[in-house]
Every structure is written in structure tokens, then in C-alpha cells.
DNA sequence: GAATTTTTTCAGCTTTTTTTCAGAAACAAG
DNA sequence: CTTGTTTCTGAAAAAAAGCTGAAAAAATTC
């Protein structure tokens, strides 16, 4: 997830760049208007954090440029001028959104995910050892390989993941995926265990679903033996 | 473009919805929390206005409903609450903009434009791929050959091409295109993703309409095998 | 009001998912 | 080692979801 901070205060930018960084995202900095047009221009980022009042170009200005150029990355506006005039003008310029300084890191964090998640580029997902289960696909990630997981196998992985090394009857799982009064038996979540081991170890992951006689089930990380 | 407000000051709702429609857009309003989850949850609205503080339901809970049920749908928090905590458990609620009574005309409109700008509802193309729907002439283009869709074959792709790489399912589809009154079925949608896959291969298009079995449909490009 | 296009309906087809079942394997206890 | 129970597994049947072509109905155009 690439962030590019244009902003002049060498010192806010680099503690927001130092926090960013700290929260996983890869972050550049840009120093004026005119350096951050060039990088900006590049349509590498998935999100841009503007100051308004900047040597060389403004916010505004550079918002336009980005827009005027087609690109739809969002853009967060970061700025000391509070004014209502300010933040009509930087929203109409192109910015998604307007936080005044001084502002609070949560908040900053909650703007962030809020323009990321509503550009479908953040990904929300249960992950266990090298394995990730993606919620909104629901497709089973190990590094590059994946497969995509029918509705129930979908189900029951997510009862194991939420569970992780803690047990789980298959009593619980039946009920949670198969519902409360339906007729299912224990044996179509042993099936279900199948086929989730068979795709499991299709994708080379290192998880393992381990069976606990009269117990239930629970993942473990496989041991490079 | 449909908006629907959700807010129990009746005064501040006709008069929000009266200025709004003045400005062309398609207002309807709930007067407190759970009529408004039913509106919303219909999935036919380009925009969501909550207010927080409601009988029956608030606006933090009415919006984590809509984004558990997977709906897009951008989301403009309005509230008299200013505190920081607010913003932060709005902002992780799923809105996508914090908004704080009173606030300035001019204001709200800047936000909406910002958030349909964003879904790619101002703008007279949408592209994904290597084509592009002209929301004008209804032609779906791809370099130099193109088709001519039909109404409703063009409301389907607008939908798709909205939700981008995003899962849209059937009944969203259905609910946008026939309206969630209609007594249209989910074949609808089939026969009309038939219809769109012609032309779309007719035209030589990268497009590839995606179908996950319980989830919807989704656009792919399709890779060069 | 005839011709054309668009939309709806529907039945049958393919594919995928889910369920069922019976036998094999694994395990714990005596 | 045997026994009884529990879990695993592969194959087959059943059910569900999605696709498609053709025809009917409705709307639009000329």
C-alpha cells in the first residue's frame, strides 16, 4: 500500500512518514508542490496526503493536476486553514477528504483505511501461519497461489481461522454453518475438513486442521519436519 | 442519483431533502434508525446520509449493517456530535465522511460531489480494461469498434463497472436496475449478463464478466493466456 | 399498424456444490 | 492383540446455481 506525503514542514512530514511506515504502509515524501506533482504523476500510490499551503504549488492546485490527469487516486487533504471557504475549495479541487491540523493520529488512521477501503484496495482477511483467507472473495491465499473456496468450505474455514489454535466441536461448527435446527450430521463436517485439507495443501500451505478424538478440531502450523 | 437521509429531526430532514432535490437528485428519507436500515439495505441508493444520534437504531450501527452486507455504497455521517472519539467510530464504522452540524450548504454539496465523483457517478465514462461504457450514448467501446447497448443492458454494465473488481450480487443488480419492488427475478440478471458477454466479445473487449457461485458477479480482465 | 427491437419467460442443459453412504484407517482401552 | 469407537475418504447421488437458446410479450420505431 504506497502513501506519497507531499507536505513542507519537514518535521510534521517526517513523524507522519515515520508513523506510517510504523502501521506497514510504504510511504515517500515530497517536500514542495512541484516534486510532488512529478511523483504524484506517476500513478504508482494508492493514496495521496496533501498540505495546502506549500512553496512552489499549492494543494489545491496539485489536486487539480491529479484530476485533470485522470487518475483516481484518493486524495487526502491535510491542512492548517480551517476555514469553510478552504475546505469547499479543496474538496471541489478533487480532494476525498479535509482534516485540519492539528489532528489526532487515530483520526488521520481512520480517514487513511476509510479512502482505502472504499477504493477496494484494502483487503480484509483471517490469516493463520502463511495463510490467509480472503473475506470479501473468499478466495484461500498462500503467497502467489490461491483457490477460491465454496460457500460452506468458505463457512467452516472461517469458524476454524476465527478459533485458531483453540479447539472447536464440531457440534459448534455444524451449528454456526449449518444452522442451529438443521439435520446436518458430524460427518458432513468431516467431509468439509477434507476437502478444506485437500485445497489447503493445493495451495502448499503450511496450515494443518488437526483432529482431537470426541473434541472437535483446531489448526496448527506445521512443522518443517 | 438516488440519496437516501436517515435522520429524526424531521425539520432538518425536509428541509435537507427540499434543498437536494433542487439540486436534481432523486431524495428519499427515513425518520429513524431501523426504517432507515430497511431503505438501505435495499441497495438501491448512490449515497447514504446518516445522522447518529436516532431512535431505535444509531447511524454507527446502521452503518456497520450496511457494510456487513457487503453494500458500497458511500456514506456521509451528519451529526452534532464533534468529539474526536465520534469522528474516530464513525470514520471505523464504514462511513466515508464525517460532517458536523451545523454545516454549511455549500459544504454538504462539495462532500456529495466528492463522494460521487469518487463512485465514478459524475463522470461520462466508465472504463475498466481496455473498454469503456460512454454514459451518454449508451456505446460500449473498445478501440476503434463498439455496440450500441440497450437500456437495461446498460444499466447492468453501469452497475458492474461501478463495483469495478468488487462483488455485486444479483439481488443488488436487481434491486438497481429493475428496482426492489419489481417483480423481476434473479434470471433477469443471468439473461442479461448473457447479452452483455456477447457484446462485450463481439467488440473484442478484455472484460470478462466473472460469476462466484452465491456471491454475484464481478469484472476481470482477462489475462493472455 | 407493420416491422423491428427490447424485454421477459421458460425449459432444458452444464457445472459446481452439497449430501449421503459405506468401507478403510486410526486410535484408545482393556 | 482385539474390540469398539471415532475419524477419514472416495465414489455416487441429489440438489442447487448458473447458462443459454428459443419463443412470447411488450415496447418502440418507422
Known amino acids: 500500500m504506497r502513501i506519497l506525503i507531499v507536505e513542507d514542514e519537514k518535521l510534521l512530514a517526517d513523524s507522519l512518514q515515520t508513523m506510517l511506515e510504523k502501521k506497514g504502509f510504504d510511504v515517500e515524501v515530497a517536500y514542495d508542490g512541484?516534486?510532488?506533482e512529478e511523483y504524484a504523476l506517476l500513478g504508482v500510490y494508492d493514496l495521496l496526503i496533501l498540505d495546502v499551503m506549500m512553496p512552489?504549488?499549492?494543494?489545491?492546485?496539485?489536486?487539480?493536476?491529479?484530476?485533470?490527469?485522470?487518475?483516481?487516486?484518493?486524495?487526502l487533504m491535510l491542512t492548517a486553514r480551517a476555514g469553510l471557504e478552504d475546505r469547499i475549495e479543496g474538496l471541489n479541487a478533487g480532494a476525498d477528504y479535509y482534516l485540519t491540523k492539528p489532528f489526532d493520529t487515530r483520526e488521520l488512521l481512520a480517514c487513511i483505511n476509510a479512502l482505502l477501503r472504499r477504493q477496494g484496495s484494502q483487503v480484509d482477511e483471517l490469516t493463520f501461519g502463511n495463510t490467509a483467507l480472503?473475506?470479501?472473495?473468499?478466495?484461500?491465499?498462500?503467497?502467489?497461489?490461491?483457490?477460491r473456496l465454496s460457500a460452506k468450505e468458505f463457512d467452516v474455514m472461517r469458524c476454524l481461522l476465527q478459533a485458531g489454535q483453540r479447539n472447536l466441536s464440531k457440534e459448534v461448527i455444524l451449528a454456526r454453518v449449518w444452522g442451529y435446527d438443521s439435520n446436518a450430521v458430524e460427518n458432513h463436517?468431516?467431509?468439509?475438513?477434507?476437502?478444506?485439507?485437500?485445497?489447503?495443501?493445493?495451495?502448499?500451505?503450511?496450515?494443518r486442521i488437526e483432529a482431537i478424538r470426541k473434541l472437535g478440531y483446531h489448526l496448527e502450523v506445521a512443522q518443517p519436519c
Chains 1, 2 share one sequence.
Open 134 to 147: 480472503d473475506l470479501s472473495t473468499g478466495m484461500l491465499v498462500c503467497q502467489s497461489r490461491s483457490v
Open 34 to 36: 512541484e516534486s510532488g
Open 189 to 207: 463436517v468431516e467431509v468439509y475438513v477434507g476437502f478444506l485439507r485437500k485445497k489447503l495443501a493445493s495451495i502448499g500451505s503450511n496450515i
Open 56 to 75: 512552489k504549488m499549492n494543494g489545491y492546485d496539485l489536486a487539480r493536476q491529479v484530476r485533470a490527469k485522470r487518475l483516481g487516486v484518493p486524495i
